[in-house]
């Protein structure tokens, strides 16, 4: 295959992984599985059924969906008494890494060239909202981790905080806000556990960040992934 039918192909694969994430991201249990998963680690459909109220049909159409995008794994544990608690899902990708890395400008001119332009509209419009819905179901997962934290444990009051800022101003130069927003970002990121996160280990103590910026004419765009430019109008 020549490297220009090579780059095309890898294009339409990027696409066709496009169509598979909107899928997932549009169903609202999928998410509610996978923030769950994020926050606890290796856990088996029995106690995600129990703990999410889902239907049995639904844990595992949506386990399926999650699993042939390659978001899941699974695992069997043999030494157990009761066989609904052997099999386990653990997340193997970032759903939000997955997204960063999926869009590009070359892929959004492919896009146009194969009369495929609303698919790259729909995928912008959706993502866009994705941190703020898992900032929603990952919040749930932490209030049930604090429940679980009182029973379990002698903390008799486990407190979960939440911060939530909205602003709209006008700014003629966003370079600088863009700058300590990643600046904050950064921090937050070198704070982290030394090392590659362990998803089938429940995390301690999370805590949960969402940022949404949106500039007209801004004088620069931050150049990190998930910074994109939302729609040029010429």
Not at 109 to 120: C, F, G, I, N, P
């Amino acid at each position: 295959m020549s490297t220009k039918k090579k780059i095309k192909q890898n294009l339409d694969d990027k696409l066709s992984k496009m169509e598979q994430l909107l899928k997932i991201i549009n169903i609202d249990s999928c998410l509610l599985i996978y923030s769950y998963l994020m926050v606890f680690g290796k856990t088996t459909p029995a106690e995600l059924r129990a703990v999410t109220g889902l239907s049995k049909a639904t844990m595992f159409r949506n386990l399926a969906l999650l699993s042939n995008a390659g978001i899941l794994k699974k695992q069997d544990v043999k030494d157990v008494s009761d066989r609904r608690y052997s099999l386990h899902y653990f997340l193997g990708k970032n759903l939000v890494e997955l997204t960063k890395k999926l869009f590009s400008s070359r892929l959004r001119k492919h896009a146009e060239a194969s009369d495929r332009t609303d698919l790259v509209h729909t995928w912008l419009s959706t993502i866009e909202v994705l941190p703020l819905l898992l900032n929603q179901y990952t919040t749930q997962a932490i209030m049930l981790m604090a429940e679980k934290s009182q029973t379990e444990s002698e903390v008799a009051c486990p407190i979960v905080s939440k911060m939530i800022i909205f602003r709209l101003g006008d700014i003629s130069k966003i370079g600088t806000l863009n700058r300590r927003i990643i600046k904050l970002v950064e921090d937050f990121d070198s704070k982290q556990v030394p090392g590659k996160r362990d998803y089938k280990a429940p995390l301690t103590h999370p805590v949960a960040l969402s940022i949404n910026v949106v500039a007209l004419n801004p004088s620069d765009i931050p150049k990190i992934p998930g910074a994109i430019v939302e729609k040029m109008i010429c």
